[in-house]
């Protein structure tokens, strides 16, 4: 019995091949479309230097009767004629260095579009051989099995011999060769040319030189004709004060565009990346939740808030109104003012947990589940915290702290460090991989990591209380004494004139 041949690429090589070959059709195309792109570019920058000249002579033209007459009418014409140089000159360098060097890649299209196609005819031969190829051996091992008796006849339904059909399997074997050897040239001629082509594009040096040069286009074009404008505006004096009306139009241009950031949930303080270890909306939620006796409040961090009113606060923080809880102070509750604070870290543009400590955090509890040392674990996770860059690091320190302590009211509360982890996890931390699944997977593990945080609070890098206390604008109603829970003998107690004992603040020392 003769081997069976096997494709020269598995169906996982062909999808890799397939993936390449759009990368390739998609640059290509990127090509086409930048080749367009720049010949309308250069036509409309020839429109507006035409016009531009057009304008500088008539300007010029206006001073006939001063006695900067000449001068000026010179000076416009001279404007109009260095215009139409620099522009000559940025086609030469656009035709010589962009449209020449990428011209190059869409001649060789063609033919490695043909390579495909063929690639794919001799893919196709290939599986049809393979398939009468199989079909001649079946055949031939008929003869050694006494239970079936050929079934095929040659002509004039004569039976065919076991060593015709074994001529006939050699022919096909042939067939099989050759189509088996088309489909691996084929193959291995766009290997290598996809593989240098996308190894230039990975390491920039396919495109280099046109994008350079478009560059250098533009910078040539915006610096030769700021030089010039600037000997024009001294026949202009009032200049300045437009000027200064521009800028007036600018400022009001990005109030605009911020206003339409704050519509797509991207505001002043939203959405944004995370600048500061103590974030002002961060410390007036705080200073809110430990105000009167909010912190034993059963479910809190658990019981959601009233979406409206969260995005009503939302908005006015993002209008850049500092302070803006303390607007809807006489509306809201705990649970409103705890979505607020789970909805910023939700926001941020990059988790608190970067993706590298968030992977370290991942594998150091999947590993302590199969080592009992439990200490060395609390160690590991404490040093990865710390480990985190600024700011981060001390606004997670600042997280664990106020977690730890709404901890001690869980006498009241009901909830302990594992059910605030739970709440809080999900919107402190995400993986690189944005399929559901992989939240899924990753939960409790890193449910388990924040539990160890909280517990471990004193342990963080944490900001010093004065610079929470500077960072908070929200201004609160005087607290009233709540019915505090037992509290831990080691954490000093602050008399009020009045001899009753405030809850106490986050419990941070001050750090020297």
Not at 145 to 154: Q, V
Not at 242 to 254: G, H, K, N, P
Request: glycine share 4%; net charge neutral; aromatic share 6%.
């Amino acid at each position: 019995m003769r081997k069976l041949f096997t494709a020269p690429s598995t169906s996982g090589e062909d999808a890799i091949l397939e993936e390449k070959m759009a990368d390739y059709q998609k640059i290509c195309k990127g090509i086409k479309s930048l080749h367009k792109k720049m010949q309308a570019h250069l036509e409309l920058t020839r429109k507006q230097m035409a016009s531009a000249a057009a304008l500088a002579v008539e300007l010029s033209y206006f001073h006939h009767e001063t006695a900067a007459a000449d001068r000026t009418v010179a000076f416009g014409q001279l404007h109009a004629e260095l215009e139409r140089i620099q522009l000559n000159s940025v086609e030469k360098l656009y035709h010589s260095e962009v449209k020449s060097k990428t011209e190059v890649i869409l001649l060789q299209y063609p033919e490695v579009i043909s390579h495909w196609k063929e690639r794919k005819k001799h893919k196709a031969a290939f599986a049809l051989q393979q398939k009468k190829y199989e079909e001649k051996q079946t055949q031939l091992k008929e003869f050694g099995d006494p239970g079936h008796a050929p079934s095929k006849k040659g002509l004039f339904g004569k039976k065919k011999t076991e060593s015709e059909i074994a001529e006939e399997l050699n022919a096909r074997a042939q067939k099989l060769h050759t189509a088996q050897q088309n489909l691996s040239e084929s193959t291995e001629w766009l290997n290598d040319y996809l593989a240098k082509f996308l190894a230039s594009k990975s390491s920039g040096d396919l495109l280099d030189a046109p994008l350079s040069a478009i560059v250098a286009c533009q910078d040539h074009l915006m610096k030769e004709g700021t030089r010039r404008m600037e000997k024009v505006k001294c026949l202009f004096p009032a200049c300045e004060k437009y000027e200064l009306t521009l800028q007036v139009y600018d400022e009001e241009s990005i109030q605009e565009i911020r206003a339409r950031e704050i519509a797509d949930g991207k505001g002043a303080v939203f959405g944004r990346k995370i600048k500061s270890k103590t974030p002002s909306i961060i410390c007036d939620c705080i200073a809110y939740i430990r105000n009167d006796s909010n912190m034993d409040i059963e479910g809190i961090f658990r019981i959601p808030g009233e979406n409206n009113l969260v995005e009503k606060i939302k908005n006015e923080y993002d209008k850049g109104k500092k302070g803006a809880l303390g607007v809807f102070v006489d509306d809201i509750q705990v649970h409103d003012v705890c979505g607020l604070f789970k909805l910023w870290f939700r926001c941020t543009k990059d988790p608190l947990l970067p993706y590298a400590q968030y992977e370290e955090f991942l594998t150091t509890m999947r590993q302590s589940m199969m080592n009992t040392d439990g200490q060395t674990t609390v160690e590991k996770i404490v040093s990865i915290a710390n480990s985190i860059e600024s700011p981060r690091k001390e606004l997670l320190g600042l997280l664990m702290n106020f977690m730890f302590e709404i901890t001690e009211h869980q006498k009241f509360n009901n909830m302990t460090a594992a059910n605030l982890a739970t709440c809080i996890a999900p919107s402190i931390a995400r993986s690189r991989d944005s399929a559901p699944t992989a939240m899924l997977r990753d939960l409790h593990p890193l449910i388990s990591t924040v539990t160890i945080l909280i517990e471990n609070a004193k342990l963080l890098d944490r900001p010093l209380e004065s610079e929470i206390s500077k960072s908070t604008h929200v201004k609160l109603k005087e607290r009233q004494a709540p019915v505090a829970p037992p509290r831990n003998d080691s954490v000093p107690q602050t008399e009020t004139p009045g001899g009753s004992t405030p809850p106490p603040g986050l419990g941070f020392e001050e750090i020297d």
